[in-house]
């Protein structure tokens, strides 16, 4: 579904990515691993258009889509969360996901009808599913760090993606809302069928949801392939997981 | 909170059945203040709820009483045309200006409005045969019924309370929902497939069109226009009128274009100073009262609508 094909990023110099290569089938859970600085989330930006890639390409569904900006990648069916907590802060929680919906029923333009009675069904569906019901008009100031969490994953959901990418999706989180966050993921990929990719720091998570690795070291594809054969990797056990592998 | 639905109607009932009762001056005094709330309104659609620090936005105001002005003046051309002119013409220079603008961020995006609409005061400034220069347009011929300052008075009124409930239904819309998301979060707004860019011109190409018609009412007012219309220090003062109002509420650039209209007038009769008293305003609004007087107000007494932040946070959207 997708593939990224020995992409290269510099950045004033400094090589981000130097050859990175992933193959993401459809209905899969993907994982990119590596320590901190291999360039992961320099990775997912290029992928979803946040970056340019300077060579190599980025195909979704055949199609090339490296260099494309950011909405237009997004309305092809690729979403993302964010790192760091990244919403909307001024917004309620439903409005949130209520932007992304409207913007994946390219609705955005409509200038005269109230937005309240817009994609209220399709809202509260994803809100339903994460969960979130309860905070449906608190401004997401308010909400807990966790749930913060989760409405970015919401968020994401919202533009109805095929394919989902999760960066660090439980970084920063308590070990119960890493097993919410846990359980949504899989819930997602087995009864949703969603393709996800995510990078984690966990590797007990890691080793968990994922089907397939790819483990990305100093902006080089080192690894790819099922976790069985990723941890077998002499390459990987040297760079990386070192003596716990 | 059922009050803050109810004040705005009763304000509107009070301004409908004030002119009977009214002296001439005052009559004259509000009606400048409808057109400057418009104008201000119309500002803060972009500066408050889009995020884009918009520095010259007089120059909308000003393009839009021009156009209404020349056409009526030197072309035979029915009223009705000029006065859809006027706004139309209004909101096509915005969509030039806003071209370039929105390819820029936060300070850059600032600067080039800046920039561009010093250009568009220029043009006008130096064009004496079209514009009149330095000395303006004086005489326009507005139709007979305007020399009455109570007909002066209802029209800005019901031309500014149907923008109003058209911003205000905009600002409710899918549209405008995304337009404060790209205020809020540009990047995440790209991501759930927002083409920002697109937005953010459209946004302000109808801040554009409602400066137009302010434009349009000021010369129904005062039958005449002069370079001042657009101004830096014109863009300056309803910017302010917007801060001291808030920023973040609906009906604060109003409120404000209120207070410095009528101060702007009456201390202008007492001293030539009225920069002086401006400034001092400006001053207590920033280290008393960063989120306006609304914005205050609604902190108090509702949880949202003041935000704690201030907006200059996101100012580098």
Same mark, same amino acid.
């Given at each position: 579904?997708?593939?990224?094909?020995?992409?290269?990023? =510099?950045?004033?110099?400094?090589?981000?990515?130097?050859? =990175?290569?992933?193959?993401?089938?459809?209905?899969?859970?993907?994982?990119?691993?590596?320590?901190?600085?291999?360039?992961?989330?320099?990775?997912?930006?290029?992928?979803?258009?946040?970056?340019?890639?300077?060579?190599?390409?980025?195909?979704?569904?055949?199609?090339?889509?490296?260099?494309?900006?950011?909405?237009?990648?997004?309305?092809?069916?690729?979403?993302?969360?964010?790192?760091?907590?990244?919403?909307?802060?001024?917004?309620?929680?439903?409005?949130?996901?209520?932007? =992304?919906?409207?913007?994946?029923?390219?609705?955005?333009?409509?200038?005269?009808?109230?937005?309240?009675?817009?994609?209220?069904?399709?809202?509260?569906?994803?809100?339903?599913?994460?969960?979130?019901?309860?905070?449906?008009?608190?401004?997401?100031?308010?909400?807990?760090?966790?749930?913060?969490?989760?409405?970015?994953?919401?968020?994401?959901?919202?533009?109805?993606?095929?394919?989902?990418?999760?960066?660090?999706?439980?970084?920063?989180?308590?070990?119960?809302?890493?097993?919410?966050?846990?359980?949504?993921?899989?819930?997602?990929?087995?009864?949703?069928?969603?393709?996800?990719?995510?990078?984690?720091?966990?590797?007990?998570?890691?080793?968990?949801? =994922?089907?397939?690795?790819?483990?990305?070291?100093?902006?080089?594809?080192?690894?790819?392939?099922?976790?069985?054969?990723?941890?077998?990797?002499?390459?990987?056990?040297?760079?990386?997981?070192?003596?716990?592998? | 909170?059922?009050?803050?639905?109810?004040?705005?109607?009763?304000?509107? +009932?009070? /301004?409908?059945?004030?002119?009977?009762?009214?002296?001439?001056?005052?009559?004259?005094?509000? +009606?400048?203040?409808?057109?400057?709330?418009?104008?201000?309104?119309?500002?803060?659609?972009?500066?408050?709820?889009?995020? /884009?620090?918009?520095?010259?936005? +007089?120059?909308?105001?000003?393009?839009? +009483?021009?156009?209404?002005?020349?056409?009526?003046?030197?072309?035979?051309?029915?009223?009705?045309?000029?006065?859809?002119?006027?706004?139309?013409?209004?909101?096509?220079?915005?969509?030039?200006?806003?071209?370039?603008?929105?390819?820029?961020?936060?300070?850059?995006?600032?600067?080039?409005?800046?920039?561009?609409?010093?250009?568009?005061?220029?043009?006008?400034?130096?064009?004496?045969?079209?514009?009149?220069?330095?000395?303006?347009?004086?005489?326009?011929?507005?139709?007979?019924?305007?020399?009455?300052?109570?007909?002066?008075?209802?029209?800005?009124?019901?031309?500014?309370?149907?923008?109003?409930?058209?911003?205000?239904?905009?600002?409710?819309?899918?549209?405008?929902?995304?337009?404060?998301?790209?205020?809020?979060?540009?990047?995440?707004?790209?991501?759930?497939?927002?083409?920002?860019?697109?937005?953010?011109?459209?946004?302000?190409?109808?801040?554009?069109?409602?400066?137009?018609?302010?434009?349009?009412?000021?010369?129904?007012?005062?039958?005449?226009?002069?370079?001042?219309?657009?101004?830096?220090?014109?863009?300056?003062?309803?910017?302010?009128?917007?801060?001291?109002?808030?920023?973040?509420?609906?009906?604060?650039?109003?409120?404000?274009?209120?207070?410095?209209?009528?101060?702007?007038?009456?201390?202008?009769?007492?001293?030539?100073?009225?920069?002086?008293?401006?400034?001092?305003?400006?001053?207590?609004?920033?280290?008393? /009262?960063?989120?306006?007087?609304?914005?205050?107000?609604?902190?108090?007494?509702?949880?949202?609508?003041?935000?704690?932040?201030?907006?200059?946070?996101?100012?580098?959207?």
């Amino acid at each position: 579904m997708l593939q990224v094909k020995q992409v290269a990023k =510099a950045f004033s110099g400094f090589q981000a990515i130097a050859k =990175a290569d992933l193959t993401v089938p459809k209905g899969q859970v993907v994982a990119v691993i590596g320590p901190n600085g291999a360039g992961k989330s320099t990775l997912f930006n290029l992928i979803t258009g946040h970056l340019r890639p300077d060579k190599g390409h980025i195909l979704f569904k055949g199609e090339e889509i490296g260099g494309l900006s950011a909405h237009d990648i997004c309305r092809k069916g690729v979403a993302r969360s964010f790192q760091l907590i990244n919403i909307f802060p001024r917004l309620n929680t439903f409005e949130n996901v209520q932007v =992304a919906v409207l913007a994946r029923y390219r609705k955005t333009n409509k200038l005269f009808t109230p937005a309240r009675k817009l994609v209220v069904e399709e809202t509260n569906d994803v809100l339903h599913k994460l969960g979130l019901i309860p905070y449906r008009e608190r401004l997401c100031n308010s909400l807990s760090y966790g749930d913060q969490k989760v409405l970015e994953l919401a968020i994401a959901l919202g533009s109805q993606p095929e394919i989902l990418l999760l960066d660090e999706p439980t970084a920063g989180m308590s070990p119960e809302e890493t097993r919410t966050i846990v359980k949504l993921i899989k819930n997602l990929a087995q009864n949703e069928g969603l393709t996800i990719l995510l990078t984690e720091h966990d590797m007990d998570l890691v080793f968990d949801v =994922a089907e397939r690795l790819m483990v990305l070291h100093q902006g080089q594809t080192i690894a790819e392939g099922s976790p069985e054969e990723v941890r077998r990797d002499k390459a990987v056990q040297n760079a990386y997981l070192g003596e716990t592998g | 909170m059922q009050l803050r639905r109810i004040i705005p109607w009763i304000m509107l +009932a009070v /301004l409908l059945v004030l002119p009977p009762v009214l002296p001439r001056y005052y009559l004259y005094l509000l +009606a400048s203040i409808f057109v400057i709330a418009l104008l201000a309104t119309s500002l803060n659609f972009i500066l408050g709820f889009g995020g /884009l620090l918009q520095l010259h936005h +007089a120059v909308f105001f000003g393009v839009g +009483a021009y156009t209404f002005s020349i056409l009526l003046l030197k072309t035979p051309l029915p009223f009705v045309v000029a006065v859809v002119a006027g706004p139309v013409a209004a909101a096509f220079t915005a969509l030039l200006i806003g071209w370039f603008c929105v390819r820029s961020r936060g300070l850059y995006f600032g600067m080039l409005t800046l920039a561009l609409g010093q250009l568009v005061w220029a043009v006008i400034f130096r064009w004496s045969a079209l514009t009149g220069g330095d000395d303006g347009l004086h005489g326009i011929p507005v139709p007979e019924v305007f020399n009455s300052l109570k007909t002066a008075y209802y029209v800005t009124l019901t031309v500014l309370t149907v923008c109003l409930a058209v911003l205000y239904l905009i600002l409710k819309s899918p549209f405008g929902l995304t337009l404060m998301a790209t205020r809020d979060n540009p990047v995440r707004s790209e991501s759930v497939g927002i083409n920002i860019r697109r937005h953010r011109l459209a946004a302000f190409v109808i801040a554009g069109f409602f400066a137009g018609i302010a434009g349009v009412l000021f010369v129904l007012v005062e039958k005449s226009v002069s370079p001042s219309l657009l101004s830096w220090s014109k863009s300056a003062e309803i910017m302010i009128m917007c801060l001291l109002g808030g920023l973040t509420t609906f009906y604060g650039p109003a409120l404000g274009a209120g207070i410095i209209v009528f101060l702007s007038m009456k201390v202008g009769t007492y001293t030539e100073y009225w920069l002086l008293v401006l400034g001092i305003i400006l001053l207590v609004l920033v280290l008393v /009262l960063p989120q306006g007087i609304l914005g205050f107000l609604a902190e108090k007494y509702s949880g949202r609508g003041g935000d704690k932040g201030g907006w200059g946070k996101d100012a580098s959207g």
